[in-house]
Protein backbone atom coordinates (compact mmCIF):
# COMPACT_ATOMS: atom_id res chain seq x y z
CA UNK A 1 0.00 0.00 0.00
CA UNK A 2 1.54 3.02 -1.35
CA UNK A 3 -0.56 5.41 0.71
CA UNK A 4 -2.04 7.38 -1.74
CA UNK A 5 -5.98 6.63 -2.32
CA UNK A 6 -8.35 6.91 -5.33
CA UNK A 7 -11.80 6.70 -5.32
CA UNK A 8 -13.82 5.30 -7.09
CA UNK A 9 -11.85 1.71 -7.87
CA UNK A 10 -14.19 1.39 -11.52
CA UNK A 11 -16.61 3.78 -13.02
CA UNK A 12 -18.75 2.62 -15.90
CA UNK A 13 -20.25 5.78 -17.92
CA UNK A 14 -22.05 6.75 -21.20
CA UNK A 15 -20.44 8.89 -23.81
CA UNK A 16 -21.41 12.47 -23.53
CA UNK A 17 -20.75 12.23 -19.71
CA UNK A 18 -19.22 14.07 -17.26
CA UNK A 19 -17.10 12.06 -14.12
CA UNK A 20 -14.92 13.22 -10.91
CA UNK A 21 -12.33 11.26 -9.94
CA UNK A 22 -10.50 11.47 -6.67
CA UNK A 23 -7.39 11.18 -5.47
CA UNK A 24 -5.90 11.44 -1.68
CA UNK A 25 -2.19 11.99 -1.64
CA UNK A 26 0.03 10.85 1.51
CA UNK A 27 0.07 12.51 4.68
CA UNK A 28 2.52 15.35 4.30
CA UNK A 29 3.00 15.49 0.59
CA UNK A 30 2.41 18.55 -1.78
CA UNK A 31 2.87 17.61 -5.14
CA UNK A 32 -0.11 15.60 -6.78
CA UNK A 33 0.32 14.28 -10.16
CA UNK A 34 -2.33 12.38 -13.20
CA UNK A 35 -1.88 10.21 -15.48
CA UNK A 36 -3.55 8.08 -18.13
CA UNK A 37 -2.67 4.70 -19.23
CA UNK A 38 -4.70 3.49 -21.86
CA UNK A 39 -5.07 -0.79 -22.89
CA UNK A 40 -1.23 -1.76 -22.93
CA UNK A 41 0.03 1.84 -23.40
CA UNK A 42 2.52 3.60 -21.44
CA UNK A 43 2.10 6.35 -18.32
CA UNK A 44 0.73 9.68 -20.50
CA UNK A 45 1.45 12.97 -17.97
CA UNK A 46 -1.56 14.46 -17.66
CA UNK A 47 -1.13 17.77 -14.98
CA UNK A 48 0.51 18.39 -11.46
CA UNK A 49 -0.32 20.32 -8.78
CA UNK A 50 1.86 21.58 -6.14
CA UNK A 51 0.39 22.43 -2.46
CA UNK A 52 -2.69 23.76 -4.54
CA UNK A 53 -1.43 25.39 -7.65
CA UNK A 54 -0.45 23.94 -10.96
CA UNK A 55 2.90 23.24 -11.91
CA UNK A 56 2.89 21.74 -15.25
CA UNK A 57 0.54 20.08 -17.40
CA UNK A 58 1.07 17.52 -19.95
CA UNK A 59 -1.33 16.22 -22.63
CA UNK A 60 -3.87 16.75 -21.03
CA UNK A 61 -7.12 17.33 -22.96
CA UNK A 62 -9.75 20.73 -23.04
CA UNK A 63 -12.62 18.57 -21.88
CA UNK A 64 -10.32 17.85 -18.70
CA UNK A 65 -10.06 19.44 -15.78
CA UNK A 66 -8.28 19.41 -12.63
CA UNK A 67 -7.58 20.85 -9.14
CA UNK A 68 -6.04 20.45 -5.70
CA UNK A 69 -7.66 21.63 -2.67
CA UNK A 70 -6.55 23.27 0.73
CA UNK A 71 -6.28 19.76 2.44
CA UNK A 72 -4.74 18.43 -0.93
CA UNK A 73 -6.66 16.24 -2.44
CA UNK A 74 -7.18 16.78 -5.86
CA UNK A 75 -10.02 15.90 -8.38
CA UNK A 76 -9.64 15.45 -11.75
CA UNK A 77 -12.77 16.06 -13.84
CA UNK A 78 -14.00 14.49 -17.37
CA UNK A 79 -16.52 16.08 -19.26
CA UNK A 80 -18.12 15.23 -23.07
CA UNK A 81 -17.02 11.99 -22.16
CA UNK A 82 -15.86 9.79 -25.43
CA UNK A 83 -15.18 5.80 -25.96
CA UNK A 84 -11.27 6.83 -26.14
CA UNK A 85 -11.21 7.91 -22.61
CA UNK A 86 -11.75 4.48 -21.35
CA UNK A 87 -8.44 3.99 -19.57
CA UNK A 88 -6.65 3.95 -15.74
CA UNK A 89 -6.23 6.71 -14.50
CA UNK A 90 -4.04 7.14 -11.97
CA UNK A 91 -2.67 9.53 -9.21
CA UNK A 92 0.77 9.91 -7.76
CA UNK A 93 1.95 12.11 -5.17
CA UNK A 94 5.22 12.63 -3.92
CA UNK A 95 7.37 14.87 -1.23
CA UNK A 96 9.59 15.62 -4.01
CA UNK A 97 10.86 12.71 -5.01
CA UNK A 98 9.68 9.72 -5.50
CA UNK A 99 6.64 9.49 -6.94
CA UNK A 100 3.95 6.88 -5.16
CA UNK A 101 1.36 5.74 -7.71
CA UNK A 102 -2.47 5.26 -5.71
CA UNK A 103 -4.08 2.55 -7.01
CA UNK A 104 -5.67 3.74 -10.13
CA UNK A 105 -9.34 4.23 -11.58
CA UNK A 106 -10.53 2.27 -14.16
CA UNK A 107 -12.99 4.28 -16.52
CA UNK A 108 -14.75 2.38 -18.83
CA UNK A 109 -16.73 4.59 -21.36
CA UNK A 110 -19.82 2.92 -23.25
CA UNK B 1 11.65 19.45 -21.81
CA UNK B 2 13.12 16.38 -21.09
CA UNK B 3 12.86 13.19 -23.41
CA UNK B 4 13.43 9.36 -21.88
CA UNK B 5 13.51 6.64 -24.56
CA UNK B 6 13.80 3.07 -23.34
CA UNK B 7 14.73 -0.25 -24.90
CA UNK B 8 13.89 -2.50 -25.27
CA UNK B 9 9.90 -2.69 -25.39
CA UNK B 10 9.85 -6.26 -25.01
CA UNK B 11 11.95 -8.84 -23.51
CA UNK B 12 12.16 -12.99 -22.96
CA UNK B 13 14.12 -14.01 -21.06
CA UNK B 14 14.49 -17.63 -19.32
CA UNK B 15 14.15 -18.13 -15.58
CA UNK B 16 17.70 -17.89 -14.04
CA UNK B 17 18.98 -15.57 -16.61
CA UNK B 18 19.47 -11.55 -16.56
CA UNK B 19 17.59 -8.75 -18.01
CA UNK B 20 18.68 -5.71 -18.98
CA UNK B 21 16.53 -2.46 -20.18
CA UNK B 22 17.96 0.68 -21.16
CA UNK B 23 16.97 4.37 -21.18
CA UNK B 24 18.30 7.38 -22.26
CA UNK B 25 17.08 10.84 -21.11
CA UNK B 26 17.82 14.42 -23.29
CA UNK B 27 18.12 17.04 -20.35
CA UNK B 28 21.93 17.26 -18.80
CA UNK B 29 19.14 19.13 -15.67
CA UNK B 30 17.73 15.61 -14.68
CA UNK B 31 19.38 14.27 -11.41
CA UNK B 32 17.00 11.28 -9.64
CA UNK B 33 16.18 8.33 -12.29
CA UNK B 34 13.65 5.77 -10.80
CA UNK B 35 12.17 2.13 -11.78
CA UNK B 36 8.77 1.17 -11.61
CA UNK B 37 7.03 -2.62 -11.91
CA UNK B 38 3.62 -2.58 -12.77
CA UNK B 39 2.05 -6.04 -12.65
CA UNK B 40 -1.23 -5.85 -15.31
CA UNK B 41 -4.10 -3.86 -13.83
CA UNK B 42 -1.80 -2.83 -10.98
CA UNK B 43 -0.39 0.69 -10.01
CA UNK B 44 2.97 1.48 -10.93
CA UNK B 45 5.68 0.09 -7.94
CA UNK B 46 8.68 1.76 -7.43
CA UNK B 47 11.53 -1.29 -7.48
CA UNK B 48 14.68 1.08 -7.30
CA UNK B 49 15.96 4.61 -8.03
CA UNK B 50 19.18 5.95 -7.92
CA UNK B 51 20.48 9.81 -8.14
CA UNK B 52 22.93 11.31 -10.78
CA UNK B 53 25.25 11.86 -8.04
CA UNK B 54 25.37 8.03 -7.85
CA UNK B 55 26.85 5.63 -10.70
CA UNK B 56 25.61 2.17 -9.38
CA UNK B 57 22.63 1.57 -6.66
CA UNK B 58 22.01 -2.32 -6.02
CA UNK B 59 18.82 -3.39 -3.94
CA UNK B 60 19.41 -8.24 -4.11
CA UNK B 61 18.57 -9.18 -7.34
CA UNK B 62 18.00 -5.48 -8.59
CA UNK B 63 20.67 -2.65 -10.00
CA UNK B 64 20.65 -0.01 -11.52
CA UNK B 65 23.88 2.14 -13.43
CA UNK B 66 23.87 5.22 -14.20
CA UNK B 67 26.21 7.07 -16.57
CA UNK B 68 25.50 10.82 -16.53
CA UNK B 69 28.01 11.46 -19.80
CA UNK B 70 26.46 9.53 -21.92
CA UNK B 71 23.04 10.34 -20.04
CA UNK B 72 21.80 6.72 -20.19
CA UNK B 73 21.03 4.35 -16.90
CA UNK B 74 19.97 0.74 -17.28
CA UNK B 75 18.05 -1.75 -15.28
CA UNK B 76 19.95 -5.02 -14.67
CA UNK B 77 18.07 -8.04 -13.39
CA UNK B 78 19.87 -11.04 -12.02
CA UNK B 79 18.82 -14.25 -11.82
CA UNK B 80 15.20 -13.70 -13.09
CA UNK B 81 12.23 -15.35 -11.61
CA UNK B 82 8.66 -16.13 -13.21
CA UNK B 83 7.33 -13.45 -10.94
CA UNK B 84 9.49 -10.72 -12.25
CA UNK B 85 7.22 -10.90 -15.31
CA UNK B 86 5.76 -7.31 -15.89
CA UNK B 87 6.39 -4.01 -17.57
CA UNK B 88 8.86 -2.29 -16.29
CA UNK B 89 9.03 1.89 -16.73
CA UNK B 90 11.83 4.27 -16.17
CA UNK B 91 11.69 7.83 -15.67
CA UNK B 92 13.86 10.93 -15.45
CA UNK B 93 13.28 13.70 -12.86
CA UNK B 94 14.64 17.26 -12.22
CA UNK B 95 14.06 20.58 -11.81
CA UNK B 96 9.91 21.24 -10.87
CA UNK B 97 9.95 17.56 -9.70
CA UNK B 98 7.99 16.61 -13.11
CA UNK B 99 8.36 13.63 -14.17
CA UNK B 100 9.34 11.89 -17.34
CA UNK B 101 8.42 8.33 -18.17
CA UNK B 102 9.57 5.82 -20.81
CA UNK B 103 6.91 3.70 -23.07
CA UNK B 104 7.65 0.80 -21.41
CA UNK B 105 9.38 -2.41 -21.14
CA UNK B 106 7.10 -6.01 -21.00
CA UNK B 107 9.43 -8.77 -19.71
CA UNK B 108 8.59 -12.34 -19.40
CA UNK B 109 10.81 -14.92 -17.67
CA UNK B 110 9.89 -18.43 -19.18
CA UNK B 111 9.87 -21.34 -16.37
Known amino acids: DSGVTQTPKHLITATGQRVTLRCSPR?????VYWYQQSLDQGLQFLIQ???????AKGNILERFSAQQFPDLHSELNLSSLELGDSALYFC?????????FGPGTRLTVL | GENVEQHPSTLSVQEGDSAVIKCTYS??????FPWYKQELGKRPQLIID?????GEKKDQRIAVTLNKTAKHFSLHITETQPEDSAVYFC??????????FGTGTSLTVIP
Open chain 1, 49 to 55: YYNGEER
Open chain 2, 91 to 100: AASGLGNQFY
Open chain 2, 50 to 54: IRSNV
Open chain 2, 27 to 32: DSASNY
Open chain 1, 27 to 31: SGDLS
Open chain 1, 92 to 100: ASSPGAPQY
